[in-house]
């Protein structure tokens, strides 16, 4: 069983920065790829960002590119998101999740294990 807590998260105003972080452990894998998604209010949750633990590459979805930076520390078991230029818009609960079988996947659907959230609520 693998284990995901999310942090970081809180209340900023627009333009401000934000670093969420998402802490694993229990099981390993030789490799996989871990992601983050949000879901607004009212909304579906969508893809943010995915990176692969291995190899560190990485995508984004459209809307957070050049705002937003997907890391991750191997050492410390910890995938990050830093936030740049926060909008209204972007307010939400941010999930990290994991996939066992790395292939980039931007679907829900692939991956197995979830954190429980963190919220990020942007004031305009």
């Known amino acids: 069983q693998v284990q995901l807590v999310e942090s970081g998260g809180g209340l900023v105003q627009a333009g401000d920065s934000l670093r969420l972080s998402c802490v694993a452990s229990?099981?390993?894998?030789?490799?996989?790829?871990m992601a983050w998604f949000r879901q607004a209010p009212g909304k579906e949750r969508e893809f943010v960002a995915v990176i692969n633990w291995n190899d560190g590459s990485s995508y984004y979805a459209n809307s957070m590119k050049g705002r937003f930076t997907i890391s991750r520390d191997k050492a410390k078991n910890t995938m990050y998101l830093q936030m740049n230029s926060l909008k209204h818009e972007d307010t939400a609960i941010y999930y990290c999740?994991?996939?066992?079988?790395?292939?980039?996947?931007?679907?829900?659907?692939?991956?197995?294990?979830w954190g429980q959230g963190t919220q990020v609520t942007v004031s305009s």
């Open positions: 999740a994991l996939d066992r079988s790395p292939g980039g996947s931007t679907s829900l659907r692939a991956y197995e294990y």
């Open positions: 229990g099981r390993t894998f030789v490799n996989c790829d």
